[in-house]
């Protein structure tokens, strides 16, 4: 078996995906954006910056704050270790939640042209 | 009898300079500093205090050599000084010891044990070193911390408590956070300044503040290595930035954006009408 390009992405994925059951998990390296950063000098690890995004019904009933520290203390290890994950965008959303602001996001862009156009 | 000074540098010729006219077995202590970062003048008292209780010898047994990072980058980026204040200790070339923050204490400790203590009591009577107690690992004892060894003596300078960098129980640190998040009503903790951000989350919350003319105090983290580690363990939370309304913790940038985006009402209780001679609103409430 070869080794994973991605460890820190592939454990991010098994613990997440462990600990809270997500009905939907996306996770984005955006580790070249900020690769310039003088914090990032000497560093060689590509896998510094996340931007993770998680519906999972284990979220209900918890604050926003309360939310990040669940996913927080899953990934101590990896954001306490040097050259590990410098900083990590959370999205934290129930699957309610989610519904209901991809309908808002829906109803804000209108219909679009062509079903206008079949009809 | 001449005691040592806290050397100001101002060219490379100078460090250069200062540094040939020390043999290699004197202990170099070359503190960076910069004029915005408030922790840095505590830290220059110190230095001068510290340096006054050493006698100025023939040849130097110790020099005390202080510089602006800013003003020197070449020697700045060859120590790799990441926050000031910033001191190292060298003898020779080698460099033995690199203390960043405010902690002034350890730099007294590591000093005292490469050049031995200094003679007299300094120009400003130090405190006597007091003893580090390490913490018990076992259950406290009555649940109670025994605060008695940090207590004040006569001896000690007086300062308001914000000032004090010397040895600082986490209790003292916690009670200055707990000041610090109640600063403003709405206090953000950030990396640098709104006129002047050192990293793009804290530039992203600073305008989204801006642009509802949400009215904040703020704290800048990279000036304050106190603050900056012990928010992390106060809030329990790693990253910064970090936004709390009322004291109680909002979140980082991603729970800001995503609360203005669905929360109508959220900190609009802060925000000031954007009158034309005022478009900002910001009060620059910087801890001292």
């Keep these: 078996m070869s080794l994973s390009m991605t460890p820190m992405q592939d454990a991010m994925t098994v613990k997440i995906s462990e600990a809270l059951r997500p009905t939907a998990l996306e996770i984005f390296n955006d580790s070249h954006l900020h690769s310039h950063h003088k914090a990032m000098q000497g560093s060689t690890s590509k896998e510094t910056h996340f931007r993770v995004s998680i519906v999972s019904p284990a979220f209900q009933s918890k604050m926003q704050p309360a939310r990040h520290r669940m996913v927080y203390s899953l990934l101590k290890e990896e954001m306490a270790q040097d050259g590990g994950i410098h900083a990590l965008q959370l999205r934290t959303r129930t699957p309610e939640e989610e519904d209901r602001i991809k309908a808002q996001e829906e109803a804000d862009r209108g219909t679009p042209v062509q079903d206008l156009a079949a009809k | 009898m001449a005691t040592v000074k806290l050397t100001e540098i101002t060219t490379e010729a100078d460090f250069a300079h200062l540094k040939s006219t020390i043999p290699s077995s004197a202990l170099l202590v070359v503190y960076f500093h910069a004029p915005w970062a408030e922790p840095c003048k505590q830290m220059s008292t110190f230095l001068e205090t510290l340096a006054s209780t050493y006698p100025s010898d023939r040849p130097p047994k110790i020099a005390f050599a202080s510089l602006d990072a800013e003003e020197l980058p070449e020697i700045s980026e060859d120590y790799d000084v990441t926050a000031v204040p910033f001191i190292v200790l060298q003898k020779g070339a080698e ?80 009670k200055r956070l707990e000041g610090l998040v109640k600063a403003a009503p709405v206090m953000l903790f950030m990396k640098g300044t709104p006129s002047s951000p050192q990293c793009g989350f804290s530039r992203q919350t600073v305008a989204l503040l801006r642009e509802r003319s949400i009215r904040y105090g703020f704290f800048n983290i990279l000036a304050d290595d106190e603050v900056r580690q012990g928010l992390k363990e106060y809030s329990d939370w790693p990253t910064f930035p970090q936004l709390y309304a009322d004291g109680d913790l909002v979140g980082g940038l991603d729970i800001v954006r995503e609360e203005f985006q669905n929360n109508p009402e959220f900190l609009m209780e802060y925000s000031v009408k954007p009158a034309a001679s005022s478009p900002n609103g910001q009060t620059a409430a910087q801890t001292v």
């Design chain 2, 95 to 174: 460099r033995l010891e690199t203390i960043s923050g405010s902690d002034s204490a350890k730099v007294r400790t590591l000093v005292e044990k490469h050049a031995g203590k200094g003679g007299s009591s300094g120009q400003a009577g130090l405190p006597p070193a007091q003893q580090v107690i390490k913490p018990v690992n076992g259950p406290a004892q009555d649940g109670v911390k025994d605060l008695s060894a940090h207590k004040t003596g006569p001896a000690d300078p007086s300062t308001a408590p914000e000032f004090s960098s010397g040895e600082k129980s986490k209790e003292e640190t916690f």
